[in-house]
């Protein structure tokens, strides 16, 4: 495995952890203890596939802590076990490391836990993205669609950015992208890349297409329930194209 540039590989028995240079002092003692525990000030996160808490580290970073979990079908039966030779959570450090240098807002990862070796649980912690809400609820919770229009051509120009670094995302979808909304601005921010392919250019038609059907899909059964004006689909074409290198037909 090639350790990522700026991190530190640290071992103890059965537990192997990659932690940002920086932060290896505070953080080795917790993220290599036998049996990871959520420290008594941790808040729980309900989102997600659960599990996910925030902490406030000694110098006053937040940070959230999100123990590997199996979707689909599979993760009825197997909740936190992995098998393979690649564990996700290191492969998300070196994917964020990436995409980050492309361009790409996605919040950094200050560490990542794997436990066991073949058969493995893991647990990745990422800096918090303070003030963020998930795509589905901050346009739930805006006035009108003026506003929904501004939140989804911010959403567009992150997708489009996303598909011109060449990260091909496995499951975008209103959950994996956080707003923060400001007065004047809105930043929109890509999570959870552990299964997500690196390319050495631009996505192509086809990879363009996949993902953002997936988006399209997720979109779809959040807001079913939303009369949402053609305006904001329409915002959202423009973001992308503006960042994308190219329309979005979707």
Known sequence: MTVPPSYTLLALGRVRALVRDDDVARLAAWILSPSLTAPRDARAIDTGRGGAYRLELDDGVRVVVRPCRRGGWLGRVVTRAYVGWRPRPFAEVATAVAARARGVATPAVVGARVEGCGIYRGVVVTEEVGGARTLSAAMRESPDDTVRARLARATGRAVGTLHRAGIEHADLNVDNLLLVVGSATVQANVIDLD???????PLGAAARGRSLRRLARSWGKAMADVDVAPSVRAAF??????????????
């Not at 299964?195 to 250019?201: E, F, M, S, T, Y």
């Not at 423009?238 to 037909?249: F, H, S």
């Open 237 to 250: 074409r423009e973001g992308y194209a503006e960042t994308g290198g190219r329309a979005c037909a979707c």
């Open 195 to 201: 299964r997500a392919r690196l390319h050495a250019g």
